[in-house]
């Protein structure tokens, strides 16, 4: 006769899945769909993302390892306060003499060199929750300047403690993605600042050399490497012929700087999946 099977245990443990905490230009929340499947066969590998920006990506991919990258400093900064478990204990209000009052705050701490520090991070996140568009800019003098955000109201979270458990076999750097300290077997993720004039995420614009420095890098890397970009003709171009495999798709926002009222594409450019 023969036995029943003991059911073997495959199934590998659940990991819980958490909002982005900050809001972010550029993020890639609706790219997750088409990254999954990609990501998937190479779950075991570390996730590497040079521009990590609001982690949309991370999160969704929800990976056990990853090096994670961006040049903001504060934002890098947060992120290292959550892996700690951050406890957001300042006032939080949706109120615009408050609001100044804090981006004055925020502001003194950079002037003084305290700007990777736990209060740095709560005074970030909360002026990115309730200024203009989560906008996160700068003036020549290096002080942070986006407007109240005159927004109806505003969740703000305090207890950052469930990010913790998720972060904790995560890396972040800060700086240049040239400067990432990556090993061969690293999956990337790469999500630049888009090809098209008057990009100002950062102090210094992301040029068209820098397209160039970030697509030679990426076709230097022997492990699997995905790419997002705005799908303009000299992108499409430069990744090609850099031998990368390259799909179109159409993305959630409109080319709206020309009155053309049509959808844009996006660029998904793969190499040794
Ligand atoms: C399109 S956003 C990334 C968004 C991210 N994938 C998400 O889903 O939230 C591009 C990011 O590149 C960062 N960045 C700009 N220049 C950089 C550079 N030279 N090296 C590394 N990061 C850079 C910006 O700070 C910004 O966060």
């Known amino acids: ?53 609001g982690l949309a990506v991370a999160l969704g991919l929800n990976p056990e390892r990853a090096l994670l990258n961006d040049i903001n400093p504060h934002a890098i900064n947060f992120y290292r306060q959550l892996k700690a478990g951050l406890k957001v204990s300042i006032r939080m209000v949706n109120d615009s ?69 998720i972060l904790s076999e995560w890396a972040f750097s800060c700086g240049d993605f040239e400067s990432m300290a990556l090993s061969p077997e690293d999956f ?7 090809d098209v004039q008057f990009t100002q995420y950062a102090k210094e614009n992301f040029r068209w050399e820098d397209q160039v420095r970030l697509a030679e890098w990426l076709a230097r890397h022997p492990g699997p490497v995905v790419a997002s970009n705005q799908a303009t003709e000299k992108i499409l171009e430069l990744y090609r012929e850099l031998g990368f495999e390259i799909d179109t798709l159409p993305a959630p926002r409109m080319i709206s700087c020309t009155g053309d009222r049509s959808k844009a594409l996006e660029m998904l450019a793969t190499r040794n999946l």
């Open 1 to 53: 006769m023969q036995r029943a099977e003991t059911p073997v245990e495959t199934a590998e443990p659940v990991r819980p899945t958490l909002p982005p905490p900050l809001k972010w230009a550029g993020g890639k929340r609706w790219l997750l769909p088409h990254l999954r499947p990609l990501w998937q066969p190479h779950r075991h590998r570390r996730l590497a993302e040079p521009f990590c920006g």
């Open 97 to 165: 003499d408050h609001y100044y009052d804090s981006r004055t705050e925020f502001n003194r701490l950079i002037a003084d060199n305290r700007a990777a520090t736990k209060k740095a991070a709560a005074l970030f996140y909360y002026l990115n929750r309730t200024g203009y568009n989560g906008l996160c800019r700068f003036n020549s003098r290096g002080e942070f300047n986006v407007p109240f955000g005159r927004y109806k109201t505003i969740n703000y979270t305090r207890d950052f403690s469930a990010y913790r458990g």
């Open 188 to 194: 990337i993720y790469a999500d630049p600042p888009y």
